[in-house]
């Protein structure tokens, strides 16, 4: 366990952490809200969470969070699910999120930086943005668009997009995304649910070095989208608006200061979609001023971003992340817009991107380090990163190769690099676990809890561990924790998805450890944990341990309970060119795994398959392939329109038939 080897890998020095937000913020709640002065971070979170409503107050206060009317508290009824946030309080997110456009000597700045594949950045201003917000907002009302009603984009990460989202919450409806790489078919088993009256899309896209032509899936769309009253043509390709479509250029035209509708707090904001892997994706609704207040703290206190700060995420508008990006104008923060293959042209490219916009917090996938590691880039050494203070990964769990490799081609820059391995979830869209720019990152670890989370390890019974692996819970609400499903008018599917296995506790589906010095290790999705004679393993730990091998390019591995009462576990992989599976190879894969995790985890078939199948936002999927192996249907299995690629699947769908 990483705890018994508590040196770490990375300390910030002392200047760092004196700059931190979080450590003047801890000064100033110290004096102003009865936060602890002394004791550092670790004093701070727990104050957080048990001083839930004085820190949130904190945060607003710190944030300066504009109220249209005030708050009557800051927390009404606690329990979960149905929390209530600042009662009687309205605002708006947008207003927010422009509000660095106000100061006359910061309209000129970039907002916006957005990259395409050619990888020259074009800045949008502050000023520039607010006016197309403003005259955006303005034409949305004189379609009819009013507060509540759903505003969808069928677009890439373009300012355009950013543009529709924040005109969108200025008038008070609810914006939904989904990437145009999306198929016509998983767009609609989102956007058919919400019923959208304005759909934003382009003709098509780029994606590495070649054109998508995206004009017969817009036609599905809105075919199959009888709500919508405008459709709004964005010509990314270039080509002719179709028959009724609007123009965006005539939206965007007029020189309009926005007029920011005031909502009550729990206003829904925006619609995000659960992987959909099996059944109808949740429709997960979260509201203004939970987003708002949440995506301050974390992107203000934990990521440490401000006025200063250039943003980059590599993310599509599929995924929550993309999302999370957008909030970092609440800050003041520049964001910069990728619109592209994640390794086009080499596989060096975001690091080059974030060269080229000289990007000082850049985030990515655990997947695009292991891939940077494999395919032997040197980013400090190729590129000049000297602007960039942070490197943060999600999506999976970084192994700790990836910390290692960070760390060392790093090493020779000054202070070193920050690596925040963080994790979260769509449903809260944040991070309950990750980044905090005073404390030291250890191997293999996030570095704590996230403040206002109480986040524990919990054993069946409901009993905290630590340096022992259980269930990852919340026990305290967050603003950010969905208000509802859309069409779940009972709650039930709400309450089904996370309070059914512990009453009143939020149970996220992650198998964690919370170590004795506060750090948390994520150990991948309890739903599909190993467990072999009562040892309890963690998918992600194999596949860092197999992925090591440079024969092997992904890996599945999963664990199936037989009718019989007996337990088989094979493990796919998908190798490197060139390479071959042989019992050379297989004896090495079961070498590696008895040595480094357990000889229990040594797995019972070891077998080559054409490719590993993802979601939509790039996740393994390993609860369908389960279910597959277990007898059931592809179609009971999985919702087709979540898959990357369809016919992976029924090569595990063909094993199943041959095996019974």
């Not at 609704?285 to 995506?295: A, D, N, P, R, W």
């Not at 995420?313 to 999302?323: A, D, I, P, R, V």
């Not at 192994?399 to 925040?420: N, Q, S, V």
């Not at 398959?609 to 597959?628: A, F, N, Q, S």
Request: net charge negative; glycine share 10%; charged share 20%.
């Amino acid at each position: 366990m990483s705890s018994a080897n508590p040196s770490p890998l990375w300390q910030p020095d002392q200047q760092r952490i004196a700059a931190a937000q979080v450590t003047r913020f801890q000064a100033w709640a110290a004096e102003r809200h009865g936060a602890p002065a002394d004791g550092g971070y670790a004093a701070l979170h727990r104050w957080s969470v048990d001083e839930l409503d004085t820190f949130w107050q904190a945060v607003t206060d710190w944030f300066d969070v504009r109220f249209s009317t005030p708050y009557a508290r800051v927390l009404g009824d606690r329990t979960m699910p149905g929390a209530q946030w600042f009662p009687g309080a309205t605002l708006n997110y947008a207003e927010h999120a422009l509000r660095a456009a106000e100061d006359p000597t910061r309209a000129g700045d970039p907002a916006l930086l957005h990259v395409d594949e050619t990888h020259e950045p074009a800045a949008v201003t502050w000023g520039e943005l607010r006016r197309q917000v403003g005259s955006l907002a303005a034409e949305l009302r004189t379609l009819g668009v009013r507060p509540g009603d759903r505003v969808s984009g069928y677009v890439p990460n373009i300012p355009q997009a950013v543009v529709a989202l924040l005109a969108t919450a200025a008038v008070g409806a609810v914006w939904t995304s989904c990437a145009p790489d999306f198929g016509a078919r998983s767009v609609l088993d989102r956007f058919q649910q919400v019923e959208p009256v304005v759909l934003f899309t382009v003709d098509g896209y780029r994606y590495g070095g070649k054109e998508h032509d995206r004009r017969d899936a817009v036609a599905e769309l809105r075919r199959e989208l009888p709500t919508l009253r405008a459709v709004v043509h964005i010509p990314l390709l270039g080509t002719e608006a179709p028959e009724g479509a609007l123009e965006w250029d005539a939206l965007t035209a007029s020189d309009t200061a926005p007029v920011f509708e005031p909502v009550p707090f729990d206003h829904p904001l925006w619609v995000l979609y659960s992987s959909g892997t099996t059944g109808l994706p949740k429709a997960i609704v979260q509201s203004q001023g939970g987003i708002l207040v949440e995506h301050l703290k974390q992107l203000g206190l934990h990521c440490d971003l401000g006025p200063e700060d250039r943003f980059f995420w590599y993310t599509s508008t599929g995924w929550m992340m993309w999302n999370f990006l957008v909030s970092g104008l609440l800050t003041g923060t520049t964001i910069i817009l990728y619109d592209g293959s994640p390794g086009h042209p080499d596989t060096g490219a975001q690091w080059r991107i974030s060269e080229r916009t000289k990007a000082t917090l850049f985030g990515t996938s655990a997947a695009y380090v292991m891939a940077c590691r494999k395919a032997g880039v040197h980013p400090a050494r190729d590129f000049d990163l000297s602007t960039v203070q942070c490197v943060a990964t999600t999506g999976s769990p970084l192994p700790p190769d990836g910390f290692r490799w960070l760390h060392d081609e790093f090493e020779g820059t000054p202070g070193g690099l920050w690596m925040a391995s963080v994790s979260g979830g769509t449903d809260v869209c944040s991070c309950f676990a990750g980044a905090v720019p005073t404390l030291p990152v250890h191997i293999g670890e996030l570095q704590a809890p996230g403040l206002g989370t109480d986040l524990q390890a919990w054993d069946p019974q409901g009993k905290p561990l630590i340096d022992e692996v259980g269930e990852l819970v919340v026990t305290n609400p967050m603003p950010s924790m969905p208000i509802r499903f859309w069409n779940d008018p009972d709650g039930t599917r709400y309450h089904d998805s996370y309070f059914d296995t512990y009453p009143g506790v939020w149970r996220h589906g992650d198998w964690i450890t919370v170590t004795s010095h506060g750090s948390v290790v994520i150990h991948g999705r309890s739903d599909s944990t190993l467990n072999r004679q009562g040892v309890r393993m963690g998918s992600a730990d194999i596949y860092e341990a197999v992925e090591r091998l440079p024969e092997i390019r992904e890996s599945l591995v999963i664990g199936v309970e037989q009718p019989d009462g007996g337990y088989w576990m094979p493990l796919f992989i998908h190798l490197a060119p060139g390479a071959t599976l042989d019992d050379g190879l297989r004896d090495r894969i079961k070498q590696t795994i008895r040595a480094q995790l357990s000889p229990r985890h040594v797995p019972d078939e070891i077998i080559e398959v054409p490719g590993i199948p993802h979601t939509l936002t790039g996740k393994r999927i390993e609860v369908p392939v389960k279910r597959l192996l277990q007898g059931t249907a592809l179609d009971k299995a999985v919702n087709p329109g979540s898959v990357d690629n369809l016919d992976l699947l029924r090569f595990y769908e063909d094993l199943a038939r041959t095996r019974s």
